[in-house]
């Protein structure tokens, strides 16, 4: 099982990288589990027609139990993907990380991976601070590799530093690394080298150069992926090619 965690910035793409991602794989034939791990619980909205999964956290809330049954907290979507969101707190109060763990644990107990046998798990971290509950794919096992989503904005490249940083302080505890990057392009001047520059600091290879695309904004506004939109677009020849690349790695891996 190949087990994925996507960091990056809050507003950078990472949700929109890691639906197309799933839904690669899943045109592959891989039997996929995208988990959302943002409160704004809108990770997997494009693999469901554009109508969002309930999140596990006001699932909590509104039935002041747990499910009993993983059909109550997981969707199905395009390609037979499993999309769960976590969600998080009343907005205001309580950690937004906590809704990660909590998940995990409810997810845990309800045997979702023993019971799926997925190929692929995806998960789609808001990446901007990475503490407590947002690092529980680093930390706890439940992720082997990390990609990190960036542009070449300042912003962007500062919140990817951090979350090297963050992997870098639990290495020597034998928990998941950055497998490289993913530039997803905003046009700004010197994209490439900025990105090119940082990766080299960190030792780490650019694994996708998405392009921006209007075709990405067009497909997203039906509910859809551009893969299953229409995956002969260039856009999503380059999440296809990523996820053989990843597939590739991970078989010479074993």
Do not use: W
């Amino acid at each position: 099982m190949l087990k994925i965690a996507i960091y990056g910035k809050g507003g950078i793409g990472k949700s929109t990288t890691t639906g197309n991602l799933a839904a690669a794989f899943a045109s592959l034939g891989k039997k996929v589990i995208q988990i959302g791990c943002d409160p704004k619980a809108d990770s997997t909205i494009n693999l469901l027609g554009g109508t969002p999964a309930p999140s596990v956290m006001d699932y909590l809330r509104e039935h002041d139990e747990e499910p009993e049954s993983l059909g109550q907290i997981v969707r199905e979507g395009f390609g037979g993907i499993l999309c769960i969101e976590t969600g998080g707190p009343t907005p205001g109060l309580g950690c937004a990380g906590r809704g990660i763990l909590t998940t995990f644990a409810l997810l845990e107990d309800l045997e979702l991976f023993e019971t799926a046998k997925p190929d692929i798990v995806l998960y789609d971290v808001l990446g901007d601070v990475v503490c407590g509950g947002f690092a529980a794919p680093i930390r706890e096992g439940y992720a082997e590799d990390i990609l990190i989503v960036t542009s070449g904005e300042k912003m962007a490249l500062y919140a990817a530093n951090n979350i090297c940083k963050a992997v870098k302080n639990f290495e020597d505890r034998g928990y998941a690394s950055v497998r490289g990057i993913l530039l997803n392009r905003r046009n700004v001047p010197g994209e490439r080298e900025k990105v090119e520059a940082f990766a080299a600091e960190h030792h780490l290879p650019i694994l996708a150069d998405i392009p921006r695309s209007d075709d990405i904004l067009r497909f997203e506004e039906l509910g859809k992926t551009v893969i299953e939109g229409d995956p002969t677009l260039p856009v999503s020849q380059v999440y296809l090619d990523l996820a053989r690349t990843l597939l590739k790695e991970a078989e010479r891996n074993t």
